[in-house]
Structures are given as structure tokens and as C-alpha cells.
């Protein structure tokens, strides 16, 4: 396909080449890690993505993916002693 009545290729309309930015994740998101997010698989009941969903917005995360990016690097810790679940830092990269 040509470029033809101001039509651009799938791909290469201007506006989605500025998208195509180095250092940028493919979909022109910068990488807040310095890695590519990968798509993975769990197996949730759907009370326990409610509760998770539930946790995220508490914390101001984005989404479910972005709580458990938080935890697993110790920025959201969990006190299985008193149940408590203490932000040592928020999701945006404030102190609560």
C-alpha cells in the first residue's frame, strides 16, 4: 500500500512514528525499571483479584500488575504478624 488521498501505511502515519522513541518501551511508554514488562499467568479466585484490585487502588497503583511490581521489589510490605500492610513507598514514588 501507497501513500494515497493523505493516507499513511499501517505503521507510519508521523503520529506513530514519534510514538518509536529510544529508550521507550515498544508501546512509547518509558520503562519505569529499565526492563520490558512481560505478560504472565496466575490463577486468582475472583475474591481474591477483587481484594487485590481493593489493595492496589488503596496504594494508588495503576492496576493489580503494578501492586505486585511494587511488592515483589519490597516498595509495599506486609506484617504477617499484625496483618498490616505498610507502603514504605506509594505507587507514584511517594513516602505515605
Given at each position: 500500500?501507497?501513500?494515497?488521498?493523505?493516507?499513511?501505511?499501517?505503521?507510519?502515519?508521523?503520529?506513530?512514528?514519534?510514538?518509536?522513541?529510544?529508550?521507550?518501551?515498544?508501546?512509547?511508554?518509558?520503562?519505569?525499571?529499565?526492563?520490558?514488562?512481560?505478560k504472565r499467568g496466575i490463577y486468582l479466585?475472583?475474591?481474591?483479584?477483587?481484594?487485590?484490585?481493593?489493595?492496589?487502588?488503596?496504594?494508588?497503583?495503576?492496576?493489580?500488575?503494578?501492586?505486585?511490581?511494587?511488592?515483589?521489589?519490597?516498595?509495599?510490605?506486609?506484617?504477617?504478624?499484625?496483618?498490616?500492610?505498610?507502603?514504605?513507598?506509594?505507587?507514584?514514588?511517594?513516602e505515605k
Amino acid at each position: 500500500m501507497t501513500e494515497t488521498g493523505g493516507k499513511y501505511k499501517q505503521g507510519k502515519h508521523p503520529n506513530s512514528l514519534k510514538n518509536l522513541v529510544p529508550g521507550v518501551s515498544g508501546s512509547g511508554r518509558k520503562t519505569q525499571y529499565g526492563s520490558k514488562k512481560k505478560k504472565r499467568g496466575i490463577y486468582l479466585t475472583d475474591e481474591s483479584f477483587d481484594n487485590l484490585t481493593e489493595l492496589a487502588q488503596k496504594y494508588g497503583c495503576s492496576s493489580v500488575s503494578d501492586l505486585l511490581e511494587k511488592f515483589s521489589r519490597g516498595m509495599i510490605l506486609i506484617d504477617a504478624t499484625s496483618n498490616l500492610i505498610q507502603s514504605v513507598e506509594d505507587c507514584e514514588g511517594t513516602e505515605k
